[in-house]
């Protein structure tokens, strides 16, 4: 309601603030826009760059090895027009071990990723939890106790690690899942199968060989049955964290706002780290006890794409499997013929990487 007894041009000053709050506004929802913009921008130039980096090393993984194959043989056997012995080595021994290690490195980043969320710790990876460390003392037992059943090494490892998570939930378990409870049940559980891992290297010293080897982690001798062993979990886990990257969001927001936006927290918690374990034990099943994938390439991704899980997933997704098709190569290649497990590569890779993170963490 206007004062008829104020004093005549009193209303100009009013107007002039008026303007100044409509230009500052106008200026914040520019920048705001300028922000987002560019933030998108940052975002499809990673997913291009991460494309074409796991292009690249798909490439010099068909390439390089005990025998090289040059670019001009690799077109020839795309268009069907190459030696025998060339399709041999790719179709059966290279095409089947790239694809096995992409798929791993994309589960294990997943899962990093999906457990980070989670229980809201940046160190976390699916070790924390005690799967690998389950799916290792199953693998390790078979090998050593009926080494006639080789071929079942895989199962028993992913049923290893469900059973690991089995005992992890049921410790962790206070009407419902504590990620405090869930962190030092995974802890104390992977302690009594490592204990496992140590007697049966103990008891068994001569069987130990080829046990050393798998549990050191890596893809030699990776065949089809691999591929067809880890793609349906796969494509399970990557389909359920892509469908549930809402939750992630308001879980990462915090439990008040979650429960505000009607989030079950039991329910969702128990159906985050289950997919995270069906991905991390499929993986652990053909390819033994890789670490840091799943803390190292959450990390990455979280630098340039944000914390957004809509973009972090499929981002830690692909960059994942480039980088452990790209460490495969390299941990096969290096001291061609001989072969090194791609396990101890990324030990040499990561180890500086969390002790970074741990540093930074402590400065904050």
């Not at 294990?108 to 003392?137: E, K, M, R, Y």
């Not at 802890?187 to 008891?203: C, D, N, P, R, Y």
């Not at 936006?261 to 329910?267: F, T």
């Not at 692909?318 to 460490?327: M, S, T």
Request: charged share 10%.
């Amino acid at each position: 309601m206007t004062n008829r007894n104020a004093p005549a041009g009193t209303s100009t000053p009013i107007k002039a603030q008026e303007r100044a709050i409509n230009g500052q506004t106008a200026v914040t929802s520019k920048q705001t826009q300028k922000y987002h913009d560019s933030r998108q921008r940052k975002r499809r130039l990673t997913y291009l760059i991460a494309g074409l980096f796991l292009v690249f090393v798909v490439i010099t993984g068909f390439m390089y090895g005990a025998v090289p194959i040059t670019w001009q043989e690799l077109l020839a056997v795309m268009q069907g027009q190459g030696t025998a012995d060339t399709e041999r080595i790719l179709y059966y021994l290279r095409l089947p071990r790239v694809i096995a290690a992409a798929l791993v490195g994309m589960n294990l980043a997943l899962a990093g990723c999906i457990l980070q969320g989670v229980l809201h710790n940046p160190l976390a990876d699916p070790g924390i939890i005690g799967v690998t460390a389950g799916a290792g003392v199953a693998a390790m037992a078979v090998m050593i106790l009926a080494p006639a059943l080789t071929a079942w090494v895989p199962l028993a490892a992913f049923v290893g690690a469900l059973v690991a998570l089995a005992v992890v939930f049921i410790l962790a378990w206070d009407r419902g899942i504590n990620p405090l409870r869930l962190i030092l049940a995974g802890v104390a559980v992977a302690a009594f199968f490592g204990g496992g891992t140590t007697a049966l290297s103990v008891m068994f010293p001569d069987r130990i060989q080829g046990v050393v080897n798998w549990l050191a982690g890596g893809f030699a001798g990776a065949r089809w049955t691999y591929v067809w062993i880890v793609l349906p979990y796969s494509i399970i886990g990557l389909v359920g964290a892509l469908w549930n990257y809402r939750k992630l969001n308001a879980l990462q927001m915090g439990e008040e706002v979650a429960l505000s936006l009607g989030i079950n927290l039991k329910k969702t918690r128990i159906i985050l780290v289950l997919l995270a374990a069906i991905l991390a034990a499929a993986s652990v099943s053909v390819a033994g006890l890789l670490g840091f994938v799943g803390l190292i390439v959450p990390h990455l991704m979280r630098l340039v794409v944000g914390s957004d899980f809509e973009y972090l997933l499929p981002a830690s997704a692909v960059f994942g499997a480039g980088l452990l098709v790209g460490a495969d190569t390299f941990a096969r290649t290096i001291f061609s013929p001989a072969e090194i497990p791609v396990g101890i590569f990324l030990s040499f890779l990561g180890a500086p990487f969390f002790l970074y993170l741990l540093k930074r963490r402590s400065r904050a």
